[in-house]
T-cell receptor, first 110, second 114 residues
Framework: SQQGEEDPQALSIQEGENATMNCSYK?????LQWYRQNSGRGLVHLIL?????REKHSGRLRVTLDTSKKSSSLLITASRAADTASYFC??????????FGGGTRLMVKP | DAGVIQSPRHEVTEMGQEVTLRCKPI?????LFWYRQTMMRGLELLIY????????DSGMPEDRFSAKMPNASFSTLKIQPSEPRDSAVYFC????????????FGPGTRLTVL
């Protein structure tokens, strides 16, 4: 079974709006990562947040982690058409293996 | 750095044929992963290597699948004989340091078995 599950499965917004994706997981983790996959391409690492961190920023990306709720969120501010992609969270089972969720498909309409 | 390189990018073959997918990881990376991605099952880890040694192949679906890593700069995933249900995108990824650290993915090989 997947360790991380993204929500929603699909999201459609207008350019300029913010996009929020959530990831829930089941067991304790050392870190949680977010990846992006453009159509027909491989996954690209976006950001890693460790279990002792609560928030992290990278450009227009903001990731939060709530270990008490076993959840994380990825916020993309001022979205652009180029942000259209699938976004995956990946969690490690307390250092065992990195497991990817099913992804959120984001469409940003120009 | 060229990143993870995979070949071929597309492969179309007929059922029963042997298929070999190739991967060159990023130089200096000591972990290599093979994944399969389908709409139905998402991204599945098939096998991973550490310092060229296969560590966990529990994700390999059947004996028809085999993987090798003869040296630090090359790995193959072979399917013999291939079946239509093997149609998927196969990704190779590499990482450095720990198996749960950031993984760098190749562009993938889209396999179609007719």
């Amino acid at each position: 079974s997947q360790q991380g599950e993204e929500d929603p499965q699909a999201l459609s917004i207008q350019e300029g709006e913010n996009a929020t994706m959530n990831c829930s997981y089941k067991t304790s983790i050392n870190n949680l990562q977010w990846y992006r996959q453009n159509s027909g391409r491989g996954l690209v690492h976006l950001i890693l947040i460790r279990s002792n961190e609560r928030e992290k920023h990278s450009g227009r990306l903001r990731v939060t982690l709530d270990t008490s709720k076993k959840s994380s969120s990825l916020l993309i501010t001022a979205s652009r058409a180029a942000d259209t992609a699938s976004y995956f969270c990946a969690t490690d089972n307390a250092g065992n293996m990195l497991t990817f969720g099913g992804g959120t498909r984001l469409m940003v309409k120009p | 750095d060229a990143g993870v390189i995979q070949s071929p990018r597309h492969e179309v073959t007929e059922m029963g044929q042997e298929v070999t997918l190739r991967c060159k990881p990023i130089s200096g990376h000591d972990y290599l992963f093979w994944y399969r991605q389908t709409m139905m099952r998402g991204l599945e880890l098939l096998i991973y290597f550490n310092n060229n040694v296969p560590i966990d192949d529990s994700g390999m679906p059947e004996d028809r699948f085999s993987a090798k890593m003869p040296n630090a700069s090359f790995s193959t995933l072979k399917i013999q004989p291939s079946e239509p249900r093997d149609s998927a995108v196969y990704f190779c990824a590499s990482s450095f340091g720990q198996r749960t650290d950031t993984q760098y993915f190749g562009p993938g090989t889209r396999l179609t078995v007719l």
